[in-house]
Each structure stands twice: as structure tokens, then as C-alpha cells.
């Protein structure tokens, strides 16, 4: 394939991937309704009116949390990624299913936050996407198909762990959702604190190794 064709057809999946993420995200907002306000029109009802739709926001919060991290670790692996073909294609097609399912999970969440299944449901989209994200890797670096001769064991053995914290907690979250729906879902907070701790001792690593 000519490089500029490569590039085209990297762009045009790349410039995909972002619409949809962005799409997903706006579907979460959506999900916030504006307040109805019963009674007088004052700020205390207003603010009442808001506060009685915590839920909302706190799924909001959740899942736009969650889809920016899919959106990082996609981000950082496609870093490296300088080639394409239809298993690639197919794989982040792949992705993109469970990144538009996570507005409809959300809105489960949301209404029956209290039950294991919603939980589940949540932590299950998460896996996938995960997963799928991980499997796209070791496809792009088996024999360095679609990536750099230049880039180390090291580097494909690393982003091949560190993909799999995210899948890690929340499969863990299902297991703890048997004991409290809501310490499975406090759980998932701490995908970015174990990801910040990994690459902190991979750096400690690369720099002991020079």
C-alpha cells in the first residue's frame, strides 16, 4: 500500500472512531432532562428540582469518565499503529459496538442503580470494549503486522498488561456488586488510580534500565 493511501484510510477509520466517542458522549448528556419545577418558581424549587436528579448526573459523571478512558487507551495504543488492514478495520468496528452501548448501560444504571443486574450490565460493556481494544493491539503487533519495526518488545509486552487493568476491575466490580451494588460500582474509580501507578513503575523501570 502507498503511504499516502495508508494514511488516508488510517485517517478515515481515526476520524470514525472520534465521531462516534463524541456521539456516545452527547447521548449521555441527553439523558439529563431539564428540571420540572411543581410550585412556586424560585431558586430554592429550581435547585430542589436539580438535586432530585443526582442520579442523572452521577451516571453522567460515571460514564463520561469512563468513555474518555476507552478514548485514551485507543488514543494511545493507534500512537504506534501505521498501517491498516480488514482485520483492524473489523476490530475497531468491533470497539465502536460496545463504545455506543455505553449511553444505553448508563441509562439501566441509572434507573436501577440499587439492582446487581444494572451493575453488571455496565461492567460487562466495559470488558468488551476493553478487551476489544486489547485483542486490537496484540493483532496490529503480532510480527510487527501494522506497527514500526522500531517498536521494543517492551513497549508491545507493556500496553498488552496495561490494557488488561481496566477489564481486571471491572470484572471485579461484578463479583463485589454480590455483596453491595455500590461498592461494585465506587470500584471503577479505581481503573485510573492502577493506571497511574503502572506507568509510574514502568517509568522507574526505563529510567533504572539507562
Do not use: C
Not at 63 to 88: A, C, P, Q, T
Not at 98 to 113: G, K, M, Q, S, W
Not at 181 to 189: D, L, N, T
Amino acid at each position: 500500500m502507498e503511504s499516502a493511501e495508508v494514511n488516508k484510510g488510517l485517517d478515515r477509520m481515526l476520524g470514525l472512531t472520534d465521531d462516534v466517542f463524541a456521539f456516545a458522549i452527547t447521548l449521555l448528556v441527553l439523558d439529563i432532562v431539564t428540571p420540572v419545577i411543581f410550585g412556586p418558581t424560585t431558586n430554592s424549587s429550581l435547585a430542589g428540582a436539580i438535586t432530585q436528579q443526582w442520579q442523572s448526573f452521577l451516571g453522567y459523571v460515571v460514564s463520561f469518565w469512563v468513555i474518555g478512558m476507552h478514548w485514551l487507551e485507543h488514543h494511545r495504543i493507534f500512537r504506534f499503529i501505521k498501517g491498516y488492514d480488514n482485520g483492524l478495520l473489523s476490530l475497531n468496528l468491533l470497539y465502536l459496538f460496545f463504545i455506543v452501548l455505553i449511553p444505553f448501560a448508563t441509562r439501566v444504571l441509572d434507573n436501577y442503580e440499587s439492582l446487581q443486574l444494572a451493575i453488571i450490565i455496565f461492567a460487562a460493556v466495559q470488558i468488551g470494549a476493553s478487551l476489544t481494544n486489547v485483542f486490537t493491539w496484540r493483532y496490529a503487533t503480532s510480527n510487527r503486522r501494522l506497527v514500526n519495526m522500531q517498536v521494543s518488545d517492551q513497549t508491545i509486552s507493556w500496553y498488552g498488561i496495561r490494557g488488561l487493568i481496566g477489564p481486571l476491575i471491572f470484572a471485579v466490580s461484578m463479583l463485589l456488586s454480590f455483596i453491595q451494588p455500590y461498592v461494585g460500582i465506587a470500584s471503577w474509580f479505581a481503573v485510573a488510580p492502577a493506571h497511574m501507578l503502572l506507568d509510574r513503575r514502568q517509568a522507574k523501570r526505563l529510567s533504572e534500565a539507562t
